[in-house]
């Protein structure tokens, strides 16, 4: 393939070269017939003297030097040191002496992906999982939000008199929200009662002395929660009661 701002493709050169070195043409004349410059119908005539029809193809415009590439065996250990210690652009340029975006570059040209798509533990890349049915496996992620004051916040007042207006008790919103991993169907809702029913019930019902003794007490109050204490929000009736499938150790 011809390189794109070539004048000639490879036949139109071969002829050209040929009528001046074959044919006797001045160079003047080739030029014009062929409608290109006097000094591209020299350099075709004079690769023809040279190199014959094979001389006719484009060549490379890569330098035959590259006086300021990374020696291989820096790009070896540039590599060497991503794939065994999982280490960024940064940090390789500071152990083997180049600038960034070198380390940057010799990665990229040795196809390794970026920190962010691999595996923290393995170091493979990341592949992306699509449960087959919808149900199968559905993702719980919590939202923390500051509530809009009455009269708005911080980004309708600014930031001073924003933070003045939260003094006023607007607290904090928390978005629960579940997706199915199939269809990307998506639920949320904000739970806050059941966080306050928690500290007020557990976290905050008795001084602890340490986080074990806090977490063995939030197992049986999970429990009780679940299966004995009676719901104001579904007319006295325990959680588990409107379950389905459930042991008959929790009775």
């Not at 070195?21 to 003297?49: D, I, K, M, N």
Request: contains cysteine; proline residues 6%.
């Amino acid at each position: 393939m011809p390189h794109r701002n070539a004048p000639l493709t490879g036949t139109g050169r071969l002829r050209l070269a040929r009528c001046v070195v074959e044919g006797g043409w001045p160079l003047r004349r080739a030029a014009e017939r062929f409608q290109v410059s006097h000094t591209t119908a020299a350099r075709w005539a004079g690769r023809y003297r040279r190199l014959g029809a094979a001389g006719m193809s484009d060549r490379s415009s890569r330098p035959h030097h590259q006086p300021r590439k990374t020696a291989d065996e820096v790009e070896r250990e540039v590599v060497r040191l991503r794939r065994e210690h999982r280490m960024g652009p940064l940090r390789l340029a500071v152990r083997c002496h180049i600038a960034a975006s070198s380390a940057h570059r010799i990665l990229q040209r040795h196809g390794q992906p970026p920190l962010a798509a691999l595996d923290r533990s393995t170091g493979e890349p990341i592949r992306r999982y699509e449960r087959a049915r919808p149900g199968e496996l559905v993702h719980i992620d919590v939202k923390k939000l500051g509530r809009i004051p009455d009269g708005g916040g911080h980004k309708s007042l600014g930031r001073a008199d924003g933070h003045r207006s939260r003094s006023n008790g607007a607290g904090w919103a928390y978005l629960h929200t579940a997706l199915d991993d199939h269809s990307r169907l998506a639920y949320t809702e904000e739970v806050e009662r059941f966080h306050r029913t928690l500290l007020d019930e557990w976290a905050c019902q008795q001084p602890y002395t340490s986080d074990h003794e806090r977490m063995e007490a939030f197992t049986h109050w999970l429990h009780w929660y679940n299966y004995h204490r009676p719901h104001t929000g579904i007319a006295g009736q325990i959680p588990a009661s409107r379950g389905t499938n459930f042991s008959a150790q929790h009775t």
